[in-house]
């Protein structure tokens, strides 16, 4: 089984309620693939969860720290968060950049996934910023250099596009309500699409293995399982992606 580093999907909220003439702020961690982590331990694979306040500064600084782990999982959390770090952004001093440390570590063998969200690819107003970064050098997509999210409230449901160990018998997708509008570099695969768009996109970057993911890990019906499907047979140590 593998050992997985999920990077982000978590963030605090605060609230301020009014109430005549008084009020009050509230602030709540916020988790949210807390049903596909206990998925993936369910199927024996261990999982270590960086919530995206710490990772900044706890996201591995070396190879050595990363060669723990067989599969890194990247879900709605900026490029700005692995390059300012509190010794960049506060003490103005040179330091590792973990952007490119984790492309030598894929290119060496390692495997990545981004999954999409507003701080995904490039994200709402481009905020996520990964178009021109060691990044996008490894995944199997390019990244728009603008806002890249296709918001579909009417409800899309992802298609297989090929036939592929890695999606045969998911089962009927669940509608989804927007996703990432991104592009399929010549050698990938394009495994699953959404209205016509590339949803789903695996390939190679040296000795290593990528994936893209173009919408939300949360569990919507199905959606979790659909995924953790995904995840189990393009990652597991013994297989390969398509």
Known sequence: MAKVLLAGESWISTTTEYKGYDSFTSTKLEIGCEDLLKSLRALGHTVTHLR??????????TLTELNQYDVIMLSDIGSNSFTLSNGVFAGGNPSVNRLALLKQWVQSGGA???AGGYLSFS???GKAHYHGSPIEDVLPVTIKPYDDRIESPQGVRPLEAKDNPITRGLGEFPVILGYQDIEPKAASQVLMTA???PLLVTGT?????TLAYGTDIAPTGPLKTSWLGITTV?????????
Do not use: I, Y
């Not at 995206?52 to 600084?61: I, K, L, T």
């Not at 393009?234 to 398509?242: D, K, L, M, N, T």
């Open 195 to 197: 209205d016509s768009a």
């Open 205 to 209: 970057a040296g000795k290593g293995r």
């Open 112 to 114: 990545l996934m981004m």
């Open 123 to 125: 994200g709402f107003e």
């Open 52 to 61: 995206a306040h710490d990772v900044p500064e706890n996201f591995p600084w």
């Open 234 to 242: 393009s990652f597991s140590p013994v297989a390969s992606v398509g």
